[in-house]
């Protein structure tokens, strides 16, 4: 069997201040699963998606990425393994044409020519916005800016790719787009959302996160239909929804 | 390799969007020529208009006359042009106090006492000034600002320079509509500016804009981070100028520093 994509065991993390944030995760992700990431406000699901890119390093326990395991001379390899889709593409859309925030990626694996604008096209076409390839991102409505974003993920040909809230802010048409743009994507992507119908429509699978341990890890249609869990974990289906 | 491009197509004008309001779209030779020459093309034609004597009005004169043909090959509508020299005024109005309140020998111009040296001081500030927001404005009006930085590169300015640039080119507009929200939402709980005193609300909310900044430079950080940012812009491909661009440009440079000199040889 080859080795998880991701494969976290025993990872604790405590700020500054001694704020535990993280306290003995265990989480292993299988290549082409598609896994939801759940937890109220202040879980530590930002924490633990930071760590899966080397941008927090391990203060216990081991992470790894297809069978490389995090460390300083890693991190580089990490994270074009681990591509995170952040919350805010504005954050994320830095350069100053659509086209050259998706090459920023590549660029930095030392990309050019000919193979560069291939890989760039290619995760263009991809999320289907070849055609604002040299759009300002200032110019782009919420969904298109949301796309590049993941373009700019794919570009470095990444083993799985993470999303921070990908369905804040979209519109209703946007949210079932980018659904049918993730469903078509062929890479292992893990989805961290309030939206719990989303995980429900997208992913199989859901790890619950509360206070920085995973307190749940299994089907999401089976979880999603336990109201006590969700509710000791301040989560919850839209009102009137119920699964059985 | 495909290469997308789609120049005709509208740009959506979103809220804010006065940073590429500067140009004007067009295919005209000036637009074609490598940005790169048209920097030092610019610079070099200002230098020229700033050392030239106050006392050779023709030549001040060549100097717009060329301007003016630029414009009229960038096909550049004088109203477009007129618009953009608004930024003018305040020096304007230095200019004007220079004759009232300069020191010297004084002249009675209709009826008012103006100093001699003060209006010569007046008409060299106006005519340089003049001369070099147009020089800037078809700079500006003729290449995008994506271009401009990398003429900026081309002419090897350090990367740190030409990133700092288009980070603030590129975030501008979001920390534009940032303030702006903040301003509604101050005015939808009653906020309104009576006298000064109302402007302490303002001052606040900058306090509170410089702390959202430096966090989105974080998260910016964090971001780039993420997709393999080591400390340094990925160099982009340098485009060279072709040999007749730089022709054209260098030339033009030539011929108003000619100007120049004609002009201090006569003094």
Known sequence: ?244 | MRVVRRPNRPVVEVAGGHVHALYRHGHSVVHRIAPQVKIVAAFGFVLAVVITPREAFWAFGLYLAALMVLMAIARLPLRFVLRRMVVEIPFLIVAIMLPLFGSGERIDVAGLSLSEQGLWDMWNLLAKATLGLLTAIVLGATTQVPDLIKGLDALHVPAVVTAIISFMVRYIDVILGEFSRMQVAMASRGHEVRSVMGWRPYAKTFGAMFVRTYERGERVYLAMASRGYSGTMPASLRVPAPGSQWVIGLGLIAAAWLVAYVAWAQQ
């Open chain 1, 1 to 244: 069997m080859t080795a998880p994509v991701i494969a976290v065991d025993g990872l604790g993390f405590a700020y500054p201040d001694g704020t535990a944030a993280l306290d003995g995760i265990d989480l292993h992700v299988h290549r082409g699963e598609r896994i939801a990431l759940l937890g109220p406000n202040g879980a530590g699901k930002t924490t633990l998606v930071l760590h899966l890119n080397g941008i927090h390093m391990p203060q216990q326990g081991t992470i790894g990425v297809s069978g490389l395991r995090l460390d300083g001379d890693s991190v580089m390899e990490i994270r074009r393994r681990v591509g995170i889709v952040f919350q805010d593409p504005d954050d994320q859309l830095f350069m100053t044409t659509v086209r050259e925030d998706v090459e920023f990626g590549p660029r930095n694996l030392g990309l050019t020519g000919d193979e560069l604008s291939r890989r760039v096209d290619s995760a263009l076409a991809a999320v289907e916005v070849d055609d604002l390839a040299d759009r300002p991102p200032s110019h782009l409505s919420f969904g298109q800016k949301r796309r590049v974003a993941i373009a700019g993920v794919l570009a470095m040909d990444p083993e799985i790719i993470i999303l921070d809230e990908p369905t804040s802010n979209l519109d209703p048409a946007s949210r079932r787009e980018l659904s049918a743009t993730l469903q078509g994507l062929d890479v292992t992507q893990m989805i961290v959302t309030h939206d719990l119908l989303y995980a429900l429509e997208l992913c199989e699978r859901t790890v619950i996160l509360d206070r920085g341990a995973i307190v749940a890890d299994g089907p999401t249609r089976e979880l999603l239909a336990d109201n006590d869990l969700l509710e000791r974990h301040r989560l919850a289906l839209p009102a009137g929804v119920r699964l059985e």
